[in-house]
């Protein structure tokens, strides 16, 4: 115990902090590297997070509300690839747009759901594993989830490098036009990218309503979104790397939250602030270094249109 | 099929027509999100757009209202269009307008109860100076260490939210407010208030300073050199550069003006309308007004009647909410819907829509 | 010889342009047949139709005896079509083993494919390391993963399209035996060009376009180069007229400038060195991304150095910004038309204004004086014979021509003193080029000093006093142009940069 903290369930607990993030970093990761940058993550997340929690107060399963949040968050991507894919609108502004429309569309969603508990997510039940001396609770105590979040990891980490879809996905964001001269849809891929991006961020939304908190109440998210997307670029697009932030920012927001707990000096607010500095920190320090030109996929951000 | 096909130029009349497109198929798209809420479509479209101005029951309230919120979202979306035009995204505006009505109130109660003629317009430049500091942290970070602006503005947001707090718990708690959270008030402090210029106009003086910001930018932008190297910036970068812009100073300049114009909007909104520091007391003019900014095409006249038809939104959503019971989150989703339709029918401008098989373009 | 590819009657157009009319042309077994045209004459239009990019109006293909109409590049792939692409294939960030990979319908595994790579690369002559990443390759090695990755799938049919304008003479004669090897394994070549040497010396047929339309079929060994292009061009040209010109005073001078590359994959200058007089031409010569933009970026003013290593007039202005050069009456013309030199969207009087502020005195105190501007646009316009409906029309609306007619018009009404100007004539046709090679040199006579870089040998030939090469990054000595061979230009440009030993072909 060290000033009334307890390092392993500091450990265990930033593990499940850090899950929103990760979700929502990869899949934000995934459609980046596809060449599109959707700043709407905050409004996708948002929209998970009520959707999710709707579906699960309703069909009293916590699974069903999962499934709800990611597809919440996909129908706002889809949205935005209408946009910004076919109607060719840009980027920026359109994710904006989203996380605008998002913040709105949720609160009103979400008004009868004010006050009400979701039904709980239980831990794997993981057996002999959990009473392992420290390694117990820290790596064998969550939820479904938290492990799901690390298989997408892992997952994401394959595909991009070692598979074909992988491969063809990265050329995408790499350059559009040279994708289209040899044949690949252009826009079809992106919009795959923005769908399972909407997903995993609405998984990470519904992750907040229905296991971090858990219950609803407007802006819920808190800027986990933001948060995500400055994690992306911390990452240099890799999937580990995101991992590694995730976790970082996972461990700051639970150490403040203990401090505060615990009683530290320092003011509340100066303790809840402090994720976002640290981020806004560590977004200097990556953007700052050598080579930083070439790690990001050369065509993020533009619009392809096909002519001649 | 649908087909698009890029136009030699940008077409002038949709450049015009798509903003009042948006506007209808906003309506409509909402009066089918209000006819699920359980609400008469036609109603809530007439209690929001109409009743606020020529109502005889509301209009003598909601009229002057209108100028009290248009006043800051023109204020920060003529800021914030500078720097989107030169492709430089502020969008913590917000946090810039709590920075500034912060440090404008800090002036003004420092000097609670002395009476001075100088200190309202110091409370002014305190409050320009606010807003300014807080849009140099993403500028010179943009600049200097190529930081991404979007992500540290925003972040920025969270964490003036998070000073407000503090301040209105601690270091400009009203002495005398028996402790509760919350400054004095200013509106009731002669030397510090914005008061109403004209009675029943709702005129005050950050009104006034919109109608000035909307002139100035718009000479800015058609007459002035740097104007045009704001807008080659954003359209060509790489041209701006042969032009000899220099990308660095210009995102500090636009992030400048866009940080002063939003603490200016947020002292004069401490000062007048909102007339104390409070937790709370910023209501997302900021966010609001990147709204505005697109849909006044990032033009300072179309901002200005964008500013105002959202002020419009703004006034007639509370009319709805509390006449029809219509949830206060409504109209912020219409809000950005509006968005979202402005930026669909923004093709239009560049792109014609064909009908027909199409030509051997892959999609 | 059998028939591998018939073309009857094509027909494809684009709003208010016709890119192919009625075209017919068959390619055999065996045969390198090309398609010689002006830029704009409708080749790449006509190949894209073959390699299932753009489908045709009218008009019909046969392929191997088959009806013929690939719905995608795969589709032509699969059916034995292989196209190498001038540009816009190739992706920077990813290897040659993956660049190969997503060029081919069924890839093997990345370790066969790799394995593959470089037996193929060994075959033909074309050494190639499949691991390395494109972004760091030169213009001819990345020329060589395309050929290598049309190879790969063994094609009855490759098209190259303009495949030497990257290339330096001692690699084009490399391509070169490499394409007779494949025509001789029974491989029939499409081959895209606008250069007729290259074209005589290689092509055993060929197909004329102009506008859209064959306007002749012929053999070329059999044909002079001269016949050839009247047939291409329609008309007569006359070489740009030379007068004489006393040399003046060092009006640029760069001394041992060496700066890192503020683009992405770019090549950095080292040690480069330069001197231009007044009334001078100095062509620089050199494979595309040797260094060619940095250089332009570096005199512009675009890219700041230490200052003594630019000098104009003996003075020091390497530190200084591009309106200050202009000042001291540097101007220059970047080789990028659209987004560099010019805003796509702006208009041609705000176009004018963005380089001509600075000489032309178009502002009185930051306020913009539109009236001279627009005066200024429509000088340039009647002056340098821009078509275009008006100045008020937005750039990327004029062709590729006319804009670069407006562009180079532009700087040269500047009354400059020093010109540095990169790929005056890309993309252009043969009578804007020789309008604007014509203008160049009179500035020259007029007395200013100026420095051409491009790609286009024959060109620099034609305009240039003095001769230098860029070779990644570096600058070759300067010599006289009079006297100089082709074989020593390639040597200068930096040989086959390694590649004699490796050929058996």
């Known amino acids: 115990m060290i000033g009334g903290i307890s390092p392993t369930l500091l450990i265990a607990s930033l593990m499940v902090a850090s899950v929103p993030i990760i979700l929502a970093a990869i899949g934000e990761l995934v459609a980046e590297r596809a060449g599109v940058l959707n700043l709407g993550v905050e409004g996708m997340m948002i929209m998970g997070a009520v959707c999710g929690f709707i579906a699960a107060v309703e069909s009293g399963s916590p699974l069903v509300g999962f499934v709800g949040g990611a597809a919440g968050g996909a129908v706002l991507a889809f949205i935005f690839a209408l946009l910004t894919q076919v109607m060719l609108a840009n980027q920026v502004a359109t994710g904006l747009a989203l996380t605008l429309f998002g913040l709105g569309l949720s609160s009103m969603l979400g008004q009868r759901y004010v006050g009400i508990k979701p039904p709980a997510t239980f831990d794997l039940p993981l057996g002999p594993l959990t009473q392992i001396p420290v390694l117990g609770p820290i790596l064998f105590s969550h939820d479904w989830v938290v492990y799901f979040s690390l298989a997408l990891v892992a997952a994401t980490w394959w595909t991009l490098r070692a598979t074909r879809a992988g491969l063809i996905l990265r050329a995408v964001g790499e350059s559009h036009d040279a994708a289209h001269a040899l044949g690949y849809k252009v826009r079809r891929i992106r919009m795959l990218a923005l769908l399972f991006g909407g997903a995993m961020a609405g998984m990470g939304g519904a992750y907040i309503s229905l296991v971090r908190v858990p219950q609803w109440t407007d802006g819920i998210t808190a800027g986990a979104g933001w948060i995500a997307l400055a994690i992306v670029v911390f990452a240099s697009w890799r999937p580990w790397r995101a991992l590694i932030g995730a976790y970082l920012f996972g461990g700051i927001t639970v150490l403040q939250l203990n401090l505060q707990a615990a009683g530290a000096r320092i003011p509340v607010e100066y303790l809840s602030m402090s994720p976002y500095l640290i981020t806004i920190l560590v977004l200097v320090i990556i953007s700052s270094g050598k080579g930083r030109a070439t790690s990001a996929p050369a065509n993020l951000g533009q619009n392809f249109h096909a002519s001649r | 099929m649908l087909r698009l096909e890029r136009r030699p130029s940008p077409s002038r009349f949709w450049q015009a027509a798509t903003p009042v497109l948006a506007v209808l198929l906003t309506m409509i798209a909402g009066g089918i999100m209000f006819a699920l809420l359980g609400k008469n479509p036609v109603d809530a479209m007439r209690t929001i757009f109409w009743d606020p101005l020529f109502n005889a029951q509301f209009a003598s309230y909601s009229r002057p209202q209108l100028l009290v919120k248009a006043a800051p979202l023109i204020l920060i979306a003529i800021g914030l269009s500078l720097g989107f035009r030169a492709g430089i995204w502020n969008i913590g505006a917000e946090g810039q307008y709590i920075m500034g009505a912060l440090a404008g109130a800090a002036v003004g109660l420092a000097f609670y109860p002395a009476d001075h003629w100088y200190i309202f317009p110091l409370m002014v430049l305190a409050g320009a100076f606010g807003g300014w500091v807080w849009a140099m942290i993403p500028a010179i970070l943009r600049s200097r260490f190529n930081t991404n602006e979007i992500l540290v503005s925003l972040l920025l947001v969270y964490v003036a939210e998070n000073i407000l707090a503090s301040m209105s718990l601690g270091l400009l708690r009203n002495p005398e407010g028996g402790g509760f959270p919350g400054s004095r008030n200013l509106s009731q402090y002669p030397s510090a208030a914005n008061p109403e210029l004209i009675a029943g106009t709702g005129m005050h003086w950050g009104v006034l300073a919109a109608f000035i910001s909307v002139i100035a930018a718009y000479v800015l932008l058609q007459r002035h050199i740097l104007g045009f190297h704001i807008k080659l910036a954003g359209q060509a970068p790489r041209a701006a550069r042969f032009a000899g812009v220099n990308p660095g100073a210009l995102v500090v300049l636009c992030m400048g003006i866009s940080g002063t114009l939003a603490g200016l909007a947020g002292l004069f909104e401490v000062a007048g309308p909102a007339g104390k520091i409070s937790i709370d007391f910023n209501v997302g003019y900021g966010f609001t007004a990147i709204i505005v900014a697109f849909l006044g095409r990032l033009n300072p006249i179309g901002i200005m009647l964008a500013g105002l038809l959202m002020a419009l939104t703004y006034i007639g959503g509370e009319l709805a909410q509390f006449m029809l019971g219509l949830p206060a989150a409504a109209i912020q989703a219409f809000q950005g819907m509006l968005l979202f339709f402005l930026l669909a029918v923004d093709v239009l401008t560049n792109f014609r829509i064909r009908l027909g098989a199409r030509m051997g373009v892959a999609p | 010889m059998t028939e ?120 033909y002559g074309l050494p190639l390391d499949p691991s390395r990443r494109v972004g760091d390759l030169s213009a001819g090695e990345r020329q060589r993963v395309e050929i290598i990755r049309c190879l790969l799938q063994d094609p009855k049919l490759l098209i190259m399209d303009e495949p030497t304008s990257v290339l330096t003479p001692q690699e084009v004669a490399i391509l070169f035996r490499t394409l007779r090897q494949l025509a001789s394994e029974g491989t029939a070549i499409l081959y895209i060009s606008h250069k007729l040497e290259e074209i005589r010396t290689l092509c055993d047929e060929a197909t004329i376009l102009r506008r859209g339309r064959v306007v002749a079929t012929c053999t070329p060994r059999e044909q002079s180069a001269r016949e050839m292009a ?22 640029l001078q760069v001394t041992g400038l060496s700066v890192p590359s503020p683009i992405p994959f770019g090549t950095a200058l080292k040690d480069v060195s330069l001197k ?70 702006m208009s041609l009087v705000e176009n004018a204004l963005l380089s001509g502020v600075v000489r032309k005195g178009l502002t009185k105190r930051g306020f913009i004086d539109w009236p001279a501007t627009r005066t200024f646009a429509a000088g340039i316009v009647a002056d340098f014979d ?66 051409v870089i491009s790609q286009d040998l024959d060109e620099l030939l034609e305009i240039a006093d003095t001769f230098a090469a860029l070779n990644e990054g570096r600058l070759t000595a300067q010599r006289p142009v009079e006297g100089l061979t082709v074989d020593e230009i390639g040597l200068m440009m930096g040989g086959a940069h390694g590649m004699e030993v490796a050929h058996h072909g």
């Open chain 3, 4 to 123: 591998v590819l018939r073309i009857e009657g094509v027909t494809k157009t684009y709003p208010g342009v016709v890119a192919n009319a009625d075209v017919s042309l068959s390619v055999q077994t065996g045969e390198i047949h090309a398609l010689l045209g002006e830029n704009g004459a409708g080749k790449s239009t006509l190949v894209k139709m073959i390699y299932g990019l753009v489908r045709p109006d009218a008009g019909q293909m046969i392929f191997r005896g088959a009806p013929f109409a690939p719905a995608s590049p795969g589709a032509a792939r699969v059916a034995g079509v292989g196209m190498v692409f001038q540009h816009f294939s190739l992706f920077e960030a990813l290897d040659v083993a993956e660049n190969v990979a997503l060029g081919m319908e069924n890839p093997p595994p990345m370790k066969t494919l790799a394995a593959r790579i470089r037996q193929v690369s060994q075959d």
């Open chain 3, 230 to 251: 009247e047939l291409m061009v329609g008309t007569t040209l006359t070489p740009p007229a030379r007068r004489n010109r006393p040399l003046g005073h060092v009006a």
């Open chain 3, 276 to 345: 231009v007089a007044a009334g001078e031409v100095l062509g620089i010569a050199g494979v595309a991304g040797n260094g060619q933009d940095e250089l332009l970026l570096a005199l512009s003013g675009e890219l700041r150095t230490a200052p003594q290593m630019v000098q104009i007039d003996g003075k020091g202005v390497g530190d200084l910004g591009p309106n200050a050069r202009r000042a001291l009456a540097l101007v220059a013309a970047p080789e990028e038309r659209l987004g560099h030199a010019a805003a796509p969207d």
């Open chain 3, 386 to 451: 821009v078509r275009t409906p008006g100045t008020h029309v937005a750039a990327r609306a004029l062709s590729g021509g006319n804009l670069q007619k407006f562009v180079v018009g532009r700087e040269l009404s500047q009354s400059p003193g020093i010109i540095v100007i990169n790929q005056p004539t890309w993309g252009v046709d043969a009578a804007a080029a020789a309008a604007i090679r014509q203008a160049i040199l009179d500035r020259a006579s007029d007395g200013a000093a100026v420095v």
